[in-house]
């Protein structure tokens, strides 16, 4: 099966502690992309990738890294110098009609 | 700074009818625009994508785009309760990285 996947559904995390998000995709997109969204508030950009083993900042790079090794996968740190780390976190990968983005299920991180 | 513009909603239709989603953005450069229908606790699926002027339409969908009052609709014939979720506008606009800036998403409800 074509897709994205995202790991771990669900993930709690302690203040002070940084907490690695995955995402694979297996669809030969280029494009890789990380939102935040917020209840009531849209999807908010964080890092994206055009290629391997480049990317750039979004909207809310702050408190975030991430890595580009491999096509297929597009890591998300979220650190502990990110003051409201609670939200749901989804992952895309842009295909090549009309440049459209594909997310994956997302992972929802709570923060203790 | 690009901004699309949705109405929260809730937008309650009876089942059956036609339910009518608006979206107007503020970069007259922006090239596509793209629904997304998102159910509470899931992540965004791509309904349909439009580029140029007029309307497109895939079965009981339409979007309509009409880039002189920067405004573009979605429309959903014969509602279903199961058409009950967030939809979510976005828009592509010229420029690096092929990011899309969303809208806060309008919520239908279609009743029975």
């Known amino acids: 099966d074509g897709g994205i996947t995202q790991s771990p559904k669900y993930l709690f995390r302690k203040e002070g502690q940084n907490v690695t998000l995955s995402c694979e995709q297996n669809l030969n997109h280029d494009a890789m992309y990380w939102y935040r969204q917020d209840p009531g508030q849209g999807l908010r950009l964080i890092y994206y990738?055009?290629?391997?083993?480049?990317?750039q900042k979004g909207d809310i790079a702050e408190g975030y890294s991430v890595s580009r090794e491999k096509k297929e996968s597009f890591p998300l740190t979220v650190t502990s110098a990110q003051k409201n780390p609670t939200a749901f976190y989804l992952c895309?990968?842009?295909?090549?009609?009309?440049?459209?983005?594909?997310f994956g299920p997302g992972t929802r991180l709570t923060v203790l | 700074q690009k901004e699309v513009e949705q109405n929260s909603g809730p937008l309650s239709v009876p089942e059956g009818a036609i339910a009518s989603l608006n979206c107007t953005y503020s970069d007259r450069g922006s090239q596509s625009f793209f629904w997304y229908r998102q159910y509470s606790g899931k992540s965004p699926e791509l309904i349909m994508f439009i580029y140029s002027n007029g309307d497109k339409e895939d079965g009981r969908f339409t979007a309509q785009l009409n880039k002189a009052s920067q405004y573009v609709s979605l429309l959903i014939r014969d509602s279903q309760p199961s058409d009950s979720a967030t939809y979510l506008c976005a828009v592509k606009s010229w420029g690096g990285g092929n990011k899309l800036t969303f809208g806060t998403g309008t919520q239908l409800k279609v009743e029975l």
């Open positions: 990738s055009q290629i391997v083993n480049d990317f």
């Open positions: 895309a990968s842009r295909g090549t009609e009309a440049d459209t983005q594909y």
